[in-house]
């Protein structure tokens, strides 16, 4: 029972590093406007500017939470051992939920919305099938 536990717990950890990291990546390779950052910073315009940040930085958001949630699915797959499958869906609940979080605090189009929330389930489903059983 600990075991299972600490796989889902290092499952959201690393999904949520993972995520960190990838949309890194992704303001590395789709830098915001100077000007469109300094609204951002700014909490009174952040609404407003929220809702100008261009699709394709949307999308690298999304891209980074499919991927957080297959290293979720994984690691918590590699932890637990047994029952690995289900115990990484819970760790890709606990990332849903964050994600979920997200979209509620900042303004965000219906496509992202179904879209990133449809991914994390199946990515890390994917992501404790890639691990192989012991």
């Known amino acids: 029972m600990l075991r299972n536990i600490l796989a889902v717990i290092a499952g959201i950890v690393a999904g949520g590093i993972g995520v960190?990291?990838?949309?890194?990546?992704g303001h590395m390779a789709f830098?915001?406007?100077p000007a469109l950052m300094a609204q951002l910073s700014d909490p009174e315009t952040f609404r407003e500017a929220a809702?100008?940040?261009?699709?394709i930085n949307r999308l690298a958001v999304v891209?980074?939470?499919?991927?957080?949630?297959?290293?979720?699915?994984?690691?918590?797959a590699f932890v637990a051992r047994r029952?690995?499958?289900?115990?990484?869906?819970?760790?890709?609940g606990g990332l849903l939920f964050a994600g979920l979080s997200n979209l509620i605090m900042i303004p965000s189009p219906l496509?992202?919305?179904?879209?990133?929330?449809?991914?994390?389930?199946?990515?890390?489903?994917?992501?404790?099938?890639?691990?192989p059983h012991r």
């Open 51 to 55: 809702a100008q940040v261009p699709d």
């Open 20 to 25: 960190g990291v990838f949309e890194w990546l």
């Open 83 to 92: 029952r690995h499958t289900g115990l990484a869906l819970i760790a890709g």
């Open 63 to 76: 891209a980074a939470w499919a991927l957080g949630a297959l290293v979720a699915g994984a690691v918590t």
């Open 111 to 131: 496509w992202m919305w179904a879209l990133g929330l449809a991914v994390f389930m199946p990515m890390a489903w994917l992501g404790a099938r890639l691990v």
């Open 31 to 33: 830098p915001l406007q």
